[in-house]
T-cell receptor, first 114, second 113 residues
Framework: KAGVTQTPRYLIKTRGQQVTLSCSPISGHRSVSWYQQTPGQGLQFLFEYFSETQRNKGNFPGRFSGRQFSNSRSEMNVSTLELGDSALYLC?????????????FGPGTRLTVT | GEDVEQSLFLSVREGDSSVINCTYTDSSSTYLYWYKQEPGAGLQLLTYIFSNMDMKQDQRLTVLLNKKDKHLSLRIADTQTGDSAIYFCAPKSRGYNFNKFYFGSGTKLNVKP
């Protein structure tokens, strides 16, 4: 069974630009969550999508947005990039997002903002 | 939100046992997870425990939960060099629509040969 895939793996952008990251969950998984990982703040929850609807949201500004498609694939968009957005962005998928809720993580997209 | 605290570093010798500790603040946490992250990789789910359990054993891994003190630990028996990684504790809050995980800062385990 293929794992969670994220594209691209590495990205370099300039301040003020926007970026879109993609996540393909494990087949059959309907819940996709996004996390930002930085050395200073650690792992922080961005948002969770289930059946194309945003179900939960973390404490990030509106520049961070996402969406989920009918095939459960998800994209995350960051507009007007700032230097502080440099981070590893992790996507995780889960079957239903209920109960024991086993999340499986992708390898991440390393975003560098210059 | 929930506060989750872990010590930053742990160093052990190969063959010894490692114990990684975690404290959390949300008493409504229903499931408590341990993840492992190797350099340049995402997180790998290691194991988890339901809040009505005190202990769970899974091969070399033993999870202990003290719900009264909100303390969780992960014991790795016969630690190997391949166990060197960062370990994250992640309690999950109660509720169908409240599937937020709060991760600790991670404990970097260094296993010396």
């Amino acid at each position: 069974k293929a794992g969670v895939t994220q594209t691209p793996r590495y990205l370099i952008k300039t301040r003020g630009q926007q970026v879109t990251l993609s996540c393909s969950p494990i087949s059959g998984h309907r819940s996709v969550s996004w996390y930002q990982q930085t050395p200073g703040q650690g792992l922080q929850f961005l948002f969770e999508y289930f059946s194309e609807t945003q179900r939960n949201k973390g404490n990030f500004p509106g520049r961070f947005s996402g969406r989920q498609f009918s095939n459960s694939r998800s994209e995350m968009n960051v507009s007007t990039l700032e230097l502080g957005d440099s981070a590893l962005y992790l996507c995780a998928s889960s079957k239903t997002g209920q109960g024991a809720y086993e999340q499986y993580f992708g390898p991440g997209t390393r975003l560098t903002v210059t | 939100g929930e506060d989750v605290e872990q010590s930053l570093f742990l160093s052990v010798r190969e063959g010894d046992s490692s114990v990684i500790n975690c404290t959390y603040t949300d008493s409504s946490s229903t499931y408590l997870y341990w993840y492992k992250q190797e350099p340049g990789a995402g997180l790998q789910l290691l194991t988890y425990i339901f809040s009505n359990m005190d202990m769970k054993q899974d091969q070399r891994l033993t999870v202990l939960l003290n719900k009264k003190d909100k303390h969780l630990s992960l014991r790795i028996a016969d630690t190997q060099t391949g166990d060197s990684a960062i370990y994250f504790c992640a309690p999950k809050s109660r509720g169908y629509n409240f599937n937020k995980f709060y991760f600790g800062s991670g404990t970097k385990l260094n296993v010396k040969p």
